[in-house]
C-alpha cells in the first residue's frame, strides 16, 4: 500500500486501541494490542506519518531508533537490591527503569497529556542480544519489569533486509505479535503531499516529467546499494534550495547530488532546475497574478509545450497555493488571539493592570508551546501561529504601556485588532485576486481548452487551495466573473470593548 493507506491504517488501529469501556477500561487489553509494524523502503515517509498522527490526534509521541540500543538502555541497570522473604533476608539483582519507559513518564509529567504513540524504528535492527527482551515487549509492553504507561500504543517500523545489512528477520513467533503494514513508494500520493508543503516548483514538475526517478534503487553486479534517491531526500533539497535561493547562493550539482544521491538523476534535474531559472525569469509570474500581463507574455505560453508549458503552470499554482495558505493562517492566527484579547478587554475594564493581564497571557501560551513542542503534537504550521501570537502579544503590551489609562488601553487593543483584520482581509482579497488572474490569464492563452480544466484541478488538488476554495465558495469556479466576498460578516472575530470579567 502507498504511505497515505498506510497511516489511514495506523491511525485505525490507534483510535482501535483508545476506545474505552463505560467504566474507563481500554476495551482492548494491553497485551492484546498489536504494534503496528510499518515496513518499508528507507526515507518513503515512515516517521513523517507518525510525526503527523500525533498532530492530528493531539497525543504525545516518543521516538527512539533502535539500532544502537544496548541491553542497558532498553532494560535499564541491573543493582542489588535487599528483600526480606519469609523472615530472613535476600539480596536479589533487580533492574533500573528502562530509559525507554522513563522517557515516556518524562513526557506525561511534561505535558500533562497521559496518552501517546512510542515509535521504535529500525525495530528489525536491534541486536540478537536483544531478540528475547524486544518478543517480551511486543507481547506485554514491558521493558525488565517496567510495563509502559496506561494508554501508551507502541508503533515500529523497519526496512526490508535488502536496505539494511543489519536487518534481522523475525520469525513467526515474533511476525505473530505484530500489526504488519507494508508500505511502497508513490509519486502520486507524495505529490499531495508535496503541494501542502510547498516543496520547490522546479522538483514537482522534474517528477511529473521523470516519474521514474522519484524513488531509485541502484545495485551493482554484486547486489551491493551504489545509488539510492528517496522521497527524503527530494524534501530535504527543496528546504536547502528555497534557502539559497532567498540568500542568492548558486544552486550547483554539489548541492543536489548531496541529497540525489545518484549522479545520472542529479545531472537530469540540474539541468531541468536550469529550465526552471530561465522560464522564471521569462513570464514574470508575479505580474501575471497581479493582472499585469502582456501579449508578448500571452504569446510566449501559447507556443509553451512540454517542460516549458509545465514549468509555467507549475509556477502559478505554487504562488495561487501561497497566497491563500497565507490567508488561512492568518484567519487562524486571530481567531486564537481573540479570546485573548477579549479577556485582556475585560480585565482592563475591571481596572486590572495591562502588564499584569498580558504577561500572564504570553507566559502561559510560551508554556503551552513548550509543552506541546516536547509532546510532538504540534505541526510547524500552528508553531509559527503560537510564534506569531506570542510576539503579537507583547506588542498590544508595549502599546498599551504607552496609554494613560485603561480605557484608553481597551481603545488601543481594539485599534490594533481592527487593523490585524483588515490586513487578513486584504490578503484573502489578494488570494482571490491571483486565482482569478490565473485563471484569466489561461484562458487568454489556450481559450476554454483542457488547461482551464487542468488549472482546477492541479488547484483542487492542493492542500491549501481546496479548504480556501471550499471556505469562500469557489468550488466549482473555472474563471469568468468571480462572487464578491462579505467581509462584514466575520462577526465572530470582533471585539466587545465593553465586557465584563
Known sequence: MNIKEAKQQIQNAITAYLMKDEFGEYRIPLEKQRPVFLLGAPGIGKTAIMEQIAQETGISLVSYSMTHHTRESVLGLAQIVHRNYTG????????????????????????????????????????????????????????????????????????????????????????????????????????????????????????????????????????????????????????????????????????????????????????????????????????????NVTEDIIESAKAAVGDEKRLLFGMIIESVSKAMRDSLEMEKMLKRIQPLLQDTIARLNANFSNREILSQHIMKQQSNLEKLTRARVISPSDKRIMHWIIYSLTIYMDKTTKCRDNPRAVQCVMQEFQGSLAKMIEVTDQAIKKMQNAFTFVEACFDKGPEIDFLYNELKGCYHCQKFMHKYSFENYRGGPTHSVDFSKIEHLALDPNAKD
Open 88 to 291: 530472613a533476608d535476600f539480596q536479589i539483582s533487580e533492574y533500573t527503569m528502562s530509559e525507554i519507559v522513563a522517557t515516556l513518564y518524562d513526557t506525561i509529567e511534561a505535558t500533562g497529556i497521559k496518552e501517546g504513540i512510542l515509535f521504535l524504528d529500525e525495530i528489525n535492527c536491534v541486536a540478537e542480544s536483544l531478540s528475547p527482551v524486544m518478543l517480551q515487549f511486543l507481547q506485554y509492553k514491558m521493558l525488565g519489569k517496567h510495563q509502559i504507561p496506561t494508554g501508551w500504543v507502541v508503533c515500529t517500523a523497519g526496512n526490508p533486509p535488502e536496505f539494511n545489512k543489519s536487518v534481522n528477520v523475525f520469525d513467526v513467533v515474533t511476525m505473530d505479535r505484530l500489526k504488519k503494514v507494508d508500505v511502497e513508494p508513490d509519486f502520486g500520493i507524495w505529490k499531495e503531499y508535496a503541494y501542502k508543503q510547498h516543496i520547490h516548483t522546479a522538483i514537482t514538475c522534474y517528477l511529473e516529467s521523470c516519474p521514474e526517478d522519484f524513488y531509485h534503487i541502484g545495485k551493482d553486479e554484486n547486489g551491493e546499494i551504489v545509488s539510492f534517491v528517496t522521497a527524503r531526500g527530494w524534501e530535504d533539497l527543496s528546504l536547502m534550495m528555497l534557502l539559497y535561493e532567498e540568500d542568492g547562493i548558486n544552486i550547483d550539482n554539489t548541492l543536489i547530488e548531496q541529497y540525489i544521491q545518484a549522479i545520472p538523476i542529479a545531472t537530469r534535474f540540474l539541468a531541468y532546475y536550469s529550465k526552471y531559472v530561465e522560464y522564471y525569469n521569462k513570464y514574470y509570474v508575479d505580474d501575471i497574478l497581479e493582472g
